[in-house]
T-cell receptor, first 115, second 112 residues
Framework: DSGVTQTPKHLITATGQRVTLRCSPRSGDLSVYWYQQSLDQGLQFLIQYYNGEERAKGNILERFSAQQFPDLHSELNLSSLELGDSALYFC??????????????FGPGTRLLVL | DQQVKQNSPSLSVQEGRISILNCDYTNSMFDYFLWYKKYPAEGPTFLISISSIKDKNEDGRFTVFLNKSAKHLSLHIVPSQPGDSAVYFCAASGGNFNKFYFGSGTKLNVKP
């Protein structure tokens, strides 16, 4: 158990809909990262938040957005969903994340299926 | 733009033998590398890391080798055990931000 929790575990929805994925980092971790893993692909970095502020952005679509709240939990919002958005979405956290060379601890992921 | 590549999607090894998983990267700015292990229905779990100031890091049965000139790293597992069967991802980062680039993974199967 990494100490990172993600809800829900599974999500099935239809094209055009909007969903929210939730992540609670390990106690004391200030940074949260979101990754997308499509079938047979590696993890694609989406976005990082550090202590409530956006820190780094990766291959995140404009239809997707995220935020980190004062209690440090984070939400990833996916809107106007398309079939290709079906994937595993992982959240990871690290203690600081602003100086590199820091291990990230991953949650169990949310499996999203868009029909 | 795949900056970290794992060219072998799968590897099968007999229990007790050595498993060697390979990873190549293209960005010379990368200076920190990690290996993660992932079981089905779970998130990736940190295994071992190496900074670019070293060329080898060892932790029990796991050793990571870094060849900066070839932009190549490898993970050696000796001896391999059936419980090591999982997907292994290499990841790399550089600079001040903790932004990692992951390879596509290698599925290791250790046969009893």
């Amino acid at each position: 158990d990494s100490g990172v929790t993600q809800t829900p575990k599974h999500l099935i929805t239809a094209t055009g809909q909007r969903v929210t994925l939730r992540c609670s980092p390990r106690s004391g971790d200030l940074s949260v990262y979101w990754y997308q893993q499509s079938l047979d692909q590696g993890l694609q970095f989406l976005i990082q938040y550090y202590n409530g502020e956006e820190r780094a952005k990766g291959n995140i679509l404009e239809r997707f957005s995220a935020q980190q709240f004062p209690d440090l939990h984070s939400e990833l919002n996916l809107s106007s969903l398309e079939l290709g958005d079906s994937a595993l979405y992982f959240c990871a956290s690290s203690r600081r994340g602003d100086r590199g060379k820091e291990t990230q601890y991953f949650g169990p992921g949310t499996r999203l299926l868009v029909l | 733009d795949q900056q970290v590549k794992q060219n072998s999607p799968s590897l099968s090894v007999q229990e007790g033998r050595i498993s060697i998983l390979n990873c190549d990267y293209t960005n010379s700015m990368f200076d920190y590398f990690l290996w993660y292990k992932k079981y089905p229905a779970e998130g990736p779990t940190f295994l071992i890391s190496i900074s670019s100031i070293k060329d080898k890091n060892e932790d029990g049965r796991f050793t990571v080798f870094l060849n900066k000139s070839a932009k190549h790293l490898s993970l050696h597992i000796v001896p391999s055990q059936p419980g090591d069967s999982a997907v292994y991802f290499c990841a790399a980062s550089g600079g001040n931000f903790n932004k990692f680039y992951f390879g596509s993974g290698t599925k290791l199967n250790v046969k009893p």
